[in-house]
């Protein structure tokens, strides 16, 4: 069953990092639409049934395509969610896991690349990595 997007109950670093987490294992593959003539990662995908890390913490009712292709640090991003303005590092740094993370030929996560990225953020935020499967 996929997970619920939205803001998590409480709007904190480790709340955040948890959703994430478990949203990357459970999908176990990247976002991909079609952008300025090429397949890039995206908040949505182009079906809207996948999302990215920051993706999953964007509640439907508040997502408009014209963040795709926009960092958490761009103003047309922080526009639709002022409420993680706070987080922008750590958005952008889970982002990069989603985006780089060493991929299988089917295009699914290396597991051990995904849990060695989030790890290494978890420990740059100071945050637990109990949400990252063994």
């Not at 619920?4 to 709340?15: D, V, Y």
């Not at 993706?55 to 969610?81: A, L």
């Amino acid at each position: 069953m996929p997970m619920t997007r939205g803001f998590p109950e409480t709007l904190t670093a480790q709340a955040l990092f948890d959703k994430i987490a478990t949203h990357l294992f459970a999908q176990r593959r990247r976002s991909l639409a079609y952008i300025n003539g090429r397949d890039k990662c995206a908040y949505r995908d182009a079906d809207g049934e996948r999302c990215c890390a920051v993706g999953v913490v964007i509640p439907d009712d508040r997502y408009s395509p014209e963040i795709e292709g926009k960092s958490p640090f761009n103003e047309v991003f922080m526009k639709h969610f002022p409420d993680l303005d706070g987080f922008k590092v750590l958005l952008s740094s889970l982002q990069g896991v989603h985006d780089n993370c060493d991929l299988h030929g089917d295009g699914t996560f290396v597991l051990n690349d995904l849990r060695f990225r989030l790890g290494s953020v978890a420990a740059g935020h100071n945050l637990s990595a109990a949400a990252i499967p063994a």
